[in-house]
C-alpha cells in the first residue's frame, strides 16, 4: 500500500469519525428535548386531569340542584303522553310504520 492510499485512507476514517461524532451530538440532543417535551406534556395531562376532576365535582353539584320547580322556571313542561321505546325484540327492522 502506497503512502498516498494511506493519506486518503487517515482522511476517510477521520472524516467518517467526525460525521459520527456529528450525529451522536444531534442524537444526544434529540433525545434530550424529547424528553423535556414529554414531562412538559405529562405536567400539562396531570393540570387537565384536576381541572377534569372539579369540572366533574361542579357538575355533580349542579345536576343534583335540579327540580321540577327548576325545570319549569326555564320553559320546560311535563309531557302529556309520553313515547317509550320498547325493549322488546321485533323479529325485522322498517322504517316508520306508524301512518303519516
Known amino acids: 500500500m502506497g503512502y498516498y492510499n494511506r493519506v486518503r485512507l487517515f482522511w476517510v ?9 456529528g450525529i451522536y451530538v444531534y442524537a444526544i440532543n434529540t433525545i434530550a428535548r424529547n424528553i423535556a ?7 400539562q395531562m396531570i393540570k387537565v386531569s384536576a381541572d377534569l376532576d372539579s369540572l ?10 335540579i327540580t321540577i320547580e327548576l325545570a319549569r322556571n326555564y320553559g320546560f313542561e311535563e309531557a302529556k303522553s309520553p313515547l317509550y321505546v320498547s325493549r ?11 301512518s303519516r
Open 56 to 65: 366533574e365535582f361542579a357538575y355533580i353539584g349542579l345536576k343534583n340542584n
Open 13 to 21: 476514517l477521520a472524516a467518517i469519525s467526525v460525521l459520527s461524532l
Open 37 to 43: 417535551a414529554r414531562q412538559d406534556l405529562e405536567r
Open 88 to 98: 322488546a325484540r321485533s323479529s325485522s327492522l322498517s322504517f316508520n310504520t306508524l
